[in-house]
């Protein structure tokens, strides 16, 4: 009984987290259109200020709001009896999306750029950025060649998995320091008179956008990190998988997803259901240890 309402507790705090993430994420998109149309002009494709304007939107949309989900989706207990290879694909869908809207905002940046006769690649903003879009497309390409097409052996996605997982949240915060950055470095630019030091309006707002950027990469850090919140072990997967087999699904690569080792208990307990269900199988492995 403790340790039902021990996970009802997990679970209820983890609902919780997950629907104030959505909700900040959610209004950090609305705080970022309301920015460029009421106080920048709006949006367009044509080489003026307002195609400036895609980069934080799609910014804040793909990099920080959709990336932020794709983190987490392994975690969503509900698609906890969804098959591995189509959470697989559903985590890698979300991260191409967040990779071409963050290379249409890099587009829409170096033509607004052209345009004007302003220099490229000057601050550090750019230079961060630019270094996160590119280790975000490695990773990507990365995870598709490793983890979602069924070439890799197992030993090198276990041997690859932390990597992955390590490099993936790395990036994750990298970004949203890269948008602080940026959207700090727009207001000191743009806002002369009043200057960005007099907090006009348009500077307190797009302080509290970065504010809410801050709260939804905690969150999100903070759903990944906790161990008890990860994807369980498919137990039909392991009850059923052959004698030194490790086939899709099992307790291995649902651990290595979530870049932890399994639990030893667990197994015990699993391998042991196994042999109750099975006392052939029981019985045959007593005799090979005779």
Known sequence: AVLGARKMEDYGRFLAL??????????????????????????????SPREFNWHPVLIITGFVFIQGIAIIVYRLPWTWKCSKLLMKFIHAGLNTIAMILAIVSMVAVFEFHNARNIPNMYSLHSWIGLTAVIFYSLQLFLGFAVFLLPFAPVPLRAALMPIHVYSGLTIFATVIATALMGITEKLIFSLKNPAYSASPPEATFVNCLGLLLVIFGALILWMASRSHWKRPPEVNAKVLRPI???????????????????????????????????????????????
Do not use: C
Not at 247 to 261: H, I, K, L, Q, R
Not at 279 to 290: I, N
């Open 18 to 47: 997950l629907g104030s993430a959505l909700l900040v994420g959610f209004v950090s998109v609305v705080f970022s259109l309301v920015w460029v149309f009421h106080y920048r002009e709006g949006l367009s494709w044509d080489g």
């Open 244 to 290: 030194g087999g490790i086939p899709e699904g099992t307790e291995a690569e649902s651990t290595m997803t979530d870049g932890s080792n399994a639990d030893k208990s667990d197994v015990r307990i699993n391998s042991e259901a196994a042999r109750k269900q099975n006392p052939k199988l029981d019985e045959a492995g007593q005799r090979s240890t005779m």
